[in-house]
């Protein structure tokens, strides 16, 4: 499928789930995901973006002096997530966007979030020279997913579910990210791996000029 078709297939996919993601995801982020979205929000600076914002469930966890801003495939989530940003008083600059094609300049951000988003994007690789493209030198890059385990048993049974989950959401279970932070030029600052190695939490920095 080529990179315009399946992010179509994608949008189509995350607006279909929009209406009950939140009540999808709470077991799983209080079990597998336990503190993950506060290890974001405690390393987060400044000028933040993050991509793939779904329904803003990280809002929450951001402090309240970074300037937030978030992008995301799907029209409906960020329905969604506007009415989080409302519910909690919080100011966000939320819009609708592909994460291959940012539409910021280079340089604009100071730190670059994508929270359980490359797991599902298209071309991943892509996605992370793109936000490492917008991040200023010496900024941040906080990447969450679950990823390819380090334990063979494990990973046998993540690509099997691929079979499922690829050909009808576009999800992907053994995908791992760090290879491609590295190739797009970022340094690893801390790369925590948890939960049979299925889940990693990812910062990474931009060299400074």
Do not use: N
């Not at 000028?47 to 937030?68: I, K, M």
């Amino acid at each position: 499928m080529d990179a315009g078709r399946a992010t179509a297939r994608q949008r189509r996919v995350w607006d279909r789930a929009a209406p009950d993601y939140d009540r999808s995801m709470a077991r799983f982020e209080r079990g597998i995901l336990s503190g993950s979205r506060e290890w974001i929000g405690s390393r987060a600076r400044g000028r933040v973006l993050e991509v793939a914002v779904g329904t803003g469930r990280s809002f929450a966890f951001y402090a309240d002096e970074v300037a937030l801003t978030g992008v995301d495939l799907s029209p409906e989530m960020l329905d969604l997530a506007r009415r989080r940003a409302a519910e909690l008083g919080r100011a966000v600059d939320l819009r609708q966007g592909d994460a291959e094609r940012l539409p910021f300049g280079d340089g604009s951000f100071d730190t670059a979030v994508c929270a359980l988003g490359l797991c599902s994007i298209p071309r991943p690789s892509v996605a992370i020279a793109e936000l490492a493209r917008v991040l200023r030198p010496g900024g941040s890059l906080l990447l969450l997913d679950h990823v390819g385990s380090t334990w063979p048993p494990v990973f046998a049974l993540q690509w099997l579910l691929e079979r499922i989950t690829i050909p009808t959401a576009g999800e992907h279970f053994t995908r791992r990210q760090e290879p491609l932070v590295r190739a797009a030029g970022l340094e690893i600052v801390a790369d925590e791996r948890q939960k049979l190695g299925m889940v990693e939490r990812l910062h990474a920095a931009k060299p400074a000029a």
